[in-house]
């Protein structure tokens, strides 16, 4: 019989249980429970079949997981925390950035949050490394895209929506050292307000521009070398526990720094963020850069492609000469999940046309601006081989992917420890 857990939900106790096992990794009935409900709630047909289907595929995952152990697949701590850090950002967010909110909602501490995310995060990552690490050297045929495709009933063609292709050269403006020096005078203010016998914490969630400090009151923590941008971990060691910084300038800003306490090559520090912000003079400097830029693309001495590679300061998207990509990596993307800002400023233009420079805000909140090419629009249609290789090409690798993840599951599985809680028998998981 399977081990009965407790839960606390709301206030209350809920039984939970573990249905499977994987060496030392475990299936909760709740986890089981919540993917099916997912499903469900988007629109998925309840019945019997999906919750088995679902059921296999955490059993995949803590089969990988325990196969990772095995062949020394791992993730880097510095990784899971920051994609953990992110993730309580995001959900923060959604709860106008109250903890007292979002404790309440879970009825937990920040503390215990973040830690059940860190270990669901954790997983997904050694997943993903071990899916990566299985179907790395595939790759499709032409022969083998055109067969798919062939395979598939012409009355069950996808229909796509209008797609277009777009690429940005982006101009980050380069702020003033006057603007600097602004930001920097404040610091200073704040570090005296401190030194005065101001609450570090409470100035840090006034002003900071951290967005983790409406957790952590610009608590860092335990860190060690190597965590930390140079410039912050440098000063860092350089401090007595208890001193602050003057302000010292990252590739994030401008920061004072209070070292709490430092134990061998970790230490424990606290910090309040400025981001100076560029004057319209900085911004009017960036765009003359690019219509100085757009000029020579249109005369022909580069391409567009070349020049968001060289020169574009936007790290998703100059590695792919500029432009925006869909989920597959393909450079069409249907006009309905461009951002509609890009959507609506290359609408009025013509097909192989640039902008003019146009400001704009980043997604990490810098003030740039950006021209944008506009190469390529279809229309609506059917999917044909002509039009959508590159996408056909893609649902022909996810297949074949798909498929040697199956046969890896079949053999792997003989390498480990597998139980399932009889009740889910008719599942037939690990029939052969």
């Known amino acids: 019989m399977a081990p009965t857990l407790y839960a606390q939900e709301d206030g209350g106790f809920v039984i939970d249980k573990i249905i499977a096992k994987v060496d030392n990794y475990i299936v909760l009935k709740s986890e089981l429970d919540r993917a099916y409900q997912d499903y469900v709630s988007n629109g998925g047909n309840p019945s019997s079949e999906a919750r088995c289907q679902y059921l296999a595929l955490l059993l995949r995952n803590k089969l990988m997981m325990a196969k990772a152990e095995i062949d020394s697949v791992v993730v880097s701590d510095s990784e899971v925390d920051a994609n953990t850090q ?23 501490t920040l503390e215990q949050i973040r830690l059940e995310l860190r270990d669901q995060i954790r997983e997904q990552m050694v997943v993903n490394e071990m899916q990566q690490h299985i179907t790395k050297d595939l790759t499709v045929t032409p022969a083998e895209t055109r067969r798919f495709f062939n395979r598939i009933p012409k009355d069950s063609l996808p229909f796509f929506s209008a797609e277009a292709e777009v690429a940005q050269i982006v101009k980050l403006a380069k702020i003033s050292e006057a603007q600097k020096e602004a930001t920097k005078m404040e610091l200073i203010g704040l570090r005296n307000r401190i030194l005065a016998g101001e609450d570090f914490a409470t100035l840090a969630k006034q002003y900071s521009a951290d967005p983790s400090v409406t957790i952590n009151g610009g608590d860092m923590g335990f860190v060690g070398r190597g965590m930390m941008v140079p410039e912050f971990e440098a000063m860092s060691f350089k401090l007595k526990p208890g001193e602050i910084s003057m302000p010292v300038e990252t590739a994030f800003g401008l920061h004072i720094i209070q070292l709490l306490e430092r134990r061998g090559n970790e ?39 070349k020049a968001a590679k060289e020169y574009s300061d936007d790290v998703e998207t100059k590695g792919n000469g500029g432009y925006f990509i869909d989920g597959e990596g393909g450079t069409r993307v249907s006009v309905d999940e461009l951002d509609p800002v890009v959507f609506f400023a290359v609408d009025s233009l013509e097909v192989g046309s640039i902008s003019s420079p146009l400001k704009y805000r980043t997604d990490s909140g810098k003030e740039a601006v950006r021209i944008l090419y506009y190469k390529s629009r279809v229309a609506p249609h059917q999917a044909s081989l002509e039009v959508d290789w590159q996408r056909i090409q893609s649902a022909t690798l996810n297949q074949k992917r798909n498929k040697a993840l199956e046969k890896w599951f079949d053999k792997a599985r003989n390498d480990v420890f597998i139980s399932i809680d009889t009740s889910y028998d008719y599942c037939g998981i690990l029939d052969n």
């Open 86 to 108: 992110r993730r309580m950002d995001m959900i923060l967010s959604q709860y106008g950035g109250s903890p007292v909110d979002l404790e309440n909602k879970f009825g937990k």
């Open 267 to 305: 230490y424990h520090s606290r910090h309040i963020l400025m981001s100076p912000t560029p004057s319209e003079e900085d911004l009017e400097i960036a765009k003359k850069y690019l219509d100085s830029l757009r000029a020579v693309i249109t005369k022909g001495d580069i391409t567009f492609e």
